[in-house]
C-alpha cells in the first residue's frame, strides 16, 4: 500500500479553517483509493512571527524535506506582520525546494456565477504555468540614501536561462498532454506571455528562450501577448487560451484575473511544483487569509480541495485526483451548498462535507 507524509501549514487567519477541509479531503481520497495519508501541522504564522521574531524555524527546509508534499493554507497578516516580512517564508520554501513551476488551473464549473459574461464552462479552461524562483521576484537590489531629497530603491530582476527554459518546456509538456487527453476542440497551443516591446533585456531573453524551446515542439501552437494586451484577450476571449507561459511577475498578476474568470478567488488553487520530485512540492489556494473572517467559517473551500486535486495528481494518484474533481462539479452543479461568496449561506465545513458524500457516492 502507498504510504504519504503530507506537511501542513495553516498559516494566517482562515487557513486552519480552510485546512481541515483539504485534510478531508485528503483523508477520504485515500480510504477510497487505498493508500495511506499521515498529516503533520505546522504552526508557522505571523503569531509565531511577533513570539518568537520568525515566520519558521531555521531547520524549517530540513523538516519538510521528509514530506512527500506540503500543504499550505494562507500566510499573512499586516495588522500583525508587514507583508514583504510574512511573504518572505513562502519565497524560502518555493526557492529552497526548487519549486520552479508554479502551476494554475483556471476552470469555470457549471453552476458557479462568473462576473465576466463571455466567462462560461465551455470557453474558460486554462492551465498558467509561471516561473516560480527568479525573475521579477530575485530580492536583489537596494535602498540608496534613504531618508533624504535624493534617495532611490534598485530592484533586479535576475532571468537565467535555465530558469526560463525549464518553466517554458513544462508548459509546452503541458499543452501537450492537454491535446492528448482531449481539450475540447482545441490544438496544444502556448501562449507567451510577455512585455518585450518595453522590457528589452530580460523580456526580450524571455522571448529568445521561449523560441528557442518552441522549436521542439512543432506539434504545439505558438501565440505571443504582451501582458496587457493579455488581461484584456482574457476578458474578451477566453477560450482562446490553452496554457500561457509567464515569468514570476507576470503570472502572479494574470492569475487573479484568472480566478475572477473562474468565478472568485474561492475556487482558484495554485501548485508550487518541483516536476523531478527531487524535493516536495507545495500547494494552497491562492486566496489570502482574510482576517477579518477567522472563525466564522463562512470561506469557500473549494480553493484549497482543488489545491488537494493537484497534490494527488502530482502524487501519481490520477484516479483519486480524478474523483475529487467528479466531486466538486457535481456538488457545484447541484447548488444545494453554497457558502456567502456563491449567494449562500452555508459553512466551510459544510460545503467540505457535501464534497466528501460526493465522493463517497461517486465511489
Known amino acids: ?215 521542439d515542439y512543432p506539434d504545439i501552437e505558438t501565440d505571443m501577448a504582451l501582458v496587457d494586451a493579455l488581461t484584456m484577450w482574457f476578458v474578451k476571449n477566453p477560450d482562446w487560451f490553452d496554457v500561457v507561459v509567464a515569468s514570476n511577475l507576470f503570472g502572479d498578476i494574470i492569475t487573479d484575473l484568472g480566478a475572477m474568470l473562474q468565478g472568485g478567488m474561492g475556487f482558484a488553487a495554485g501548485g508550487n511544483v518541483n516536476p523531478e520530485k527531487s524535493y516536495p512540492s507545495m500547494f494552497e489556494p491562492i486566496h489570502g487569509s482574510a482576517p477579518k473572517y477567522t472563525g466564522k467559517r463562512i470561506v469557500n473551500p473549494i480553493a484549497s480541495i482543488e489545491a488537494v486535486r493537484m497534490m494527488l495528481e502530482h502524487l501519481d494518484q490520477a484516479q483519486a485526483g480524478a474523483q475529487v474533481q467528479r466531486a466538486i462539479a457535481s456538488t457545484l452543479a447541484a447548488g444545494n451548498v453554497r457558502t456567502r461568496d456563491m449567494g449562500g449561506n452555508n459553512t466551510t465545513d459544510e460545503v467540505g462535507a457535501a464534497v466528501e458524500q460526493a465522493m463517497r457516492a461517486g465511489a
Open 1 to 215: 500500500m502507498e504510504s504519504y507524509r503530507i506537511a501542513v501549514i495553516p498559516g494566517d487567519g482562515v487557513g486552519a479553517e480552510i485546512s481541515e477541509e483539504a485534510v478531508r479531503i485528503l483523508n477520504t481520497a485515500a480510504d477510497i483509493h487505498g493508500f495511506e495519508v499521515t498529516t503533520e501541522s505546522f504552526d508557522w504564522s505571523c503569531d509565531r512571527y511577533l513570539e518568537l521574531g520568525e515566520m519558521m524555524p531555521a531547520d524549517a527546509l530540513e523538516t519538510l524535506g521528509g514530506f512527500d508534499a506540503i500543504f499550505l493554507g494562507c500566510i499573512g497578516d499586516a495588522a500583525k506582520v508587514a507583508d514583504h516580512v510574512s511573504l518572505e517564508m513562502l519565497l524560502k520554501i518555493r526557492k529552497g525546494f526548487d519549486q520552479y513551476v508554479n502551476l494554475r488551473p483556471i476552470r469555470l464549473y457549471p453552476g458557479v456565477a462568473t462576473p465576466i459574461s463571455t466567462a462560461t464552462p465551455e470557453t474558460v479552461d486554462i492551465l498558467v504555468v509561471r516561473e516560480n524562483t527568479e525573475g521579477e521576484y530575485s530580492h536583489n537590489g537596494g535602498f540608496f540614501k534613504r531618508g533624504t531629497p535624493d534617495a532611490f530603491a534598485l530592484q533586479t530582476g535576475i532571468f537565467t536561462w535555465k530558469g526560463c527554459e525549464r518553466a517554458i518546456r513544462y508548459g509546452f509538456e503541458a499543452a501537450r498532454s492537454r491535446a492528448k487527453l482531449g481539450n475540447g476542440e482545441k490544438v496544444g497551443r502556448v501562449t507567451n506571455c510577455t512585455k518585450s516591446n518595453a522590457l528589452n533585456y530580460s523580456m526580450v531573453f524571455w522571448d529568445e528562450t521561449y523560441d528557442y524551446v518552441a522549436k
